[in-house]
Each structure stands twice: as structure tokens, then as C-alpha cells.
């Protein structure tokens, strides 16, 4: 599984992160680094990433197939 992350629409909000922290990130200025830029989702983490995707109140995660 992979995701689309709109770089442009997040605002830093953080949600994704507190749900998948170790697919998502954020450094001290809110700005966002998706850890699997260009990869797969590992299997394990692929329930954690759908509900950050779910979590973010602007939409700017999406899950491709
Ligand atoms: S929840 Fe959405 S708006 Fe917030 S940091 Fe994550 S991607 Fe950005």
C-alpha cells in the first residue's frame, strides 16, 4: 500500500503522526516528513497509516492502491 501526501494541503496539524508515528512525522516547525516517500507501506504498519489517513481533518492523506 502506498500513499499520496499533499504536501501543499497539510497544515501541520499533527494527527497523522500521534495515530502513525512511525509512518509520519513532524519536526518543529510542523512540517510534515512522510517516511515512506516513494515505498510501500511495510504490512505491519498498513492499519496504523489507514487511520492517519482517516485522521487528518484536510484530506491531504490519501491511499493508493
Ligand atoms: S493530519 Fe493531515 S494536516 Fe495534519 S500533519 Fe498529518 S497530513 Fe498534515
Known amino acids: 500500500m502506498k500513499i499520496s501526501v499533499d504536501y501543499h494541503r497539510c497544515e501541520g496539524h ?3 503522526a500521534e495515530q502513525a508515528p512511525t509512518v509520519f512525522s513532524l519536526d518543529d516547525e510542523a512540517e510534515l516528513t512522510y517516511h515512506f516517500d516513494g ?7 498498513v492499519t496504523t497509516a ?6 487528518c481533518p484536510v484530506a491531504a492523506l490519501r491511499e493508493l492502491s
Open 39 to 45: 515505498a510501500d507501506v511495510p504490512e505491519d504498519q
Open 50 to 55: 489507514r487511520a492517519a489517513i482517516t485522521s
Open 14 to 16: 499533527g494527527l497523522c
